[in-house]
């Protein structure tokens, strides 16, 4: 499989750079951002990875396509222990 280009090609042969999506923690106490973005056609296994990355094991992802984010909700074992 190839790897994603962050560039659209457009037919004229100009390039666009794609939109990227924020990601954000919820926890008990709140959200956060984590820090990071993903891009534009990232499905939900590509956040997790990403979050996974970062420290963070999400067991649930919803895409908030009006405000272009993710939010993973996420167990805070700091919190919670």
């Known amino acids: 499989m190839p790897a994603r ?3 659209l090609s457009l037919p004229t042969g ?5 939109r990227r999506r924020r990601v954000f923690i919820e926890t008990q ?9 993903v891009d534009g056609l990232a499905d939900a296994a590509d956040v997790s990875m990403a ?4 420290g963070w094991v999400a067991y ?3 895409l908030d396509a ?3 984010a993710w939010i993973a909700t996420v167990i ?3 919190q919670a222990a």
């Open 76 to 78: 805070d074992w700091r």
């Open 66 to 68: 009006e405000n272009h």
């Open 60 to 62: 649930r992802l919803r």
């Open 14 to 18: 100009i390039t666009m750079s794609r």
């Open 5 to 7: 280009s962050n560039n």
């Open 29 to 37: 106490k709140g959200r956060r951002s984590a820090g990071s973005t």
């Open 51 to 54: 979050l996974r990355n970062r």
